[in-house]
C-alpha cells in the first residue's frame, strides 16, 4: 500500500468537563481538532499526528481492538500534560500532614502494608502520578 | 491505578495529549507505545509495546479522613 494521506473527520462533539478542565488548567489551547490527521505507510502502519507534527502508531489498537482513528481527539502532544514521577511523600507528624479529619479527596491504596493517598485535584493537573509502593511501580491515576 | 512493570522494566506513564472517547490515552516515555484502557487493564495499542498488557491495582476514592482512619500510617502526597 503507497502512503497516503488521509484526514478523517472529528465530530466536535462536547468533551466532559474534567478534560475541559485539566485542559485549561495547563494552560492547553482548548477543544478538540476538528479533523484527525491519520497516516498509512507503506508497512500498513497506521498513526495519528498530533498538533506538535508528532505521530503516533495505533496499527495494533486499529487492527486488533477495533479502534477507530477518527475518535482519537485533541492530540495536545507528549508534554502537554506532565505527569508526577517519584513523588515525595509527608509522613504522620510531618509538619505539612494534613488533619485527620481533612475531607480532601483522594485516591488511596494499600500494597503490601503501605498505604499512600493522593489528592484528586492534584492528579486532575497530571493525570498521572509515577510512584512506587512497598517495592511495586505503580502508576496512580484518576 | 496500574502497574507500570513489564519484564523487570520499569515504564514511565504519561498523559499522551490524546483522548479517546473522552478518555485520556496513555503513553510511555521510555518506548513511546501508546496504552488504552480496556477492560481493567491497560493495553498497548502501537509501538514496540503493542499487545503488551499492564494489569490494574485495586484503589479506593474517598475523603482523606475515611482512609487515614484506617490506614493511620497513611504516606501523603508531598505537592507544593
Redesign the interface.
Known amino acids: 500500500m503507497k502512503h497516503r494521506y488521509e484526514p478523517g473527520l472529528v465530530r466536535a462533539g462536547p468533551?466532559?468537563l474534567i478534560?475541559l478542565t485539566a485542559l485549561f488548567i495547563t494552560g492547553?489551547s482548548c477543544g478538540?481538532r476538528d479533523v484527525v490527521r491519520v497516516q498509512r505507510d507503506g508497512e500498513d502502519?497506521?498513526?495519528?499526528v498530533?498538533r506538535t507534527g508528532k505521530a503516533?502508531?495505533?496499527?495494533?489498537?486499529?487492527n486488533?481492538?477495533g479502534?477507530e482513528p477518527e475518535?482519537?481527539?485533541?492530540?495536545?502532544?507528549?508534554?502537554?500534560?506532565?505527569?508526577?514521577?517519584d513523588?515525595?511523600?509527608?509522613?504522620?507528624g510531618?509538619q505539612?500532614?494534613?488533619d485527620?479529619?481533612?475531607?480532601?479527596?483522594?485516591?488511596?491504596?494499600?500494597?503490601s502494608g503501605?498505604?499512600?493517598?493522593?489528592?484528586?485535584s492534584?492528579l486532575r493537573r497530571?493525570?498521572?502520578?509515577?510512584d512506587v509502593i512497598a517495592g511495586?511501580?505503580?502508576?496512580?491515576?484518576y | 491505578?496500574?502497574?507500570?512493570?513489564l519484564d523487570g522494566q520499569?515504564?514511565?506513564?504519561?498523559?499522551?495529549?490524546?483522548?479517546?472517547?473522552?478518555t485520556?490515552?496513555?503513553?510511555d516515555y521510555e518506548t513511546?507505545?501508546?496504552w488504552?484502557h480496556?477492560e481493567d487493564e491497560l493495553?498497548?495499542?502501537?509501538?514496540p509495546l503493542?499487545?503488551r498488557r499492564?494489569p490494574t491495582?485495586?484503589?479506593?476514592?474517598?475523603?482523606?479522613?475515611e482512609?487515614?482512619?484506617?490506614?493511620?500510617?497513611?504516606?501523603?502526597?508531598?505537592?507544593p
Open positions: 468533551g466532559p478534560v492547553a478538540p502502519r497506521i498513526s495519528i498530533d503516533w502508531d495505533i496499527t495494533h489498537g486499529v486488533e481492538l479502534l475518535r482519537f481527539q485533541y492530540g495536545l502532544g507528549p508534554f502537554a500534560i506532565t505527569p508526577i514521577v513523588p515525595d511523600m509527608l509522613t504522620p510531618d505539612d500532614y494534613p485527620l479529619s481533612e475531607t480532601t479527596r483522594v485516591i488511596g491504596l494499600e500494597r503501605e498505604a499512600r493517598a493522593y489528592p484528586i492534584v497530571h493525570e498521572i502520578a509515577d511495586e511501580a505503580l502508576a496512580v491515576g | 491505578m496500574y502497574s507500570r512493570e520499569l515504564l514511565t506513564l504519561s498523559a499522551s495529549g490524546w483522548t479517546y472517547d473522552n485520556f490515552v496513555l503513553y513511546e507505545t501508546m488504552f480496556r493495553v498497548g495499542i502501537g509501538g503493542a499487545g499492564l491495582i485495586p484503589s479506593e476514592t474517598g475523603s482523606f479522613a482512609f487515614f482512619e484506617r490506614f493511620p500510617d497513611t504516606k501523603y502526597l508531598d505537592y
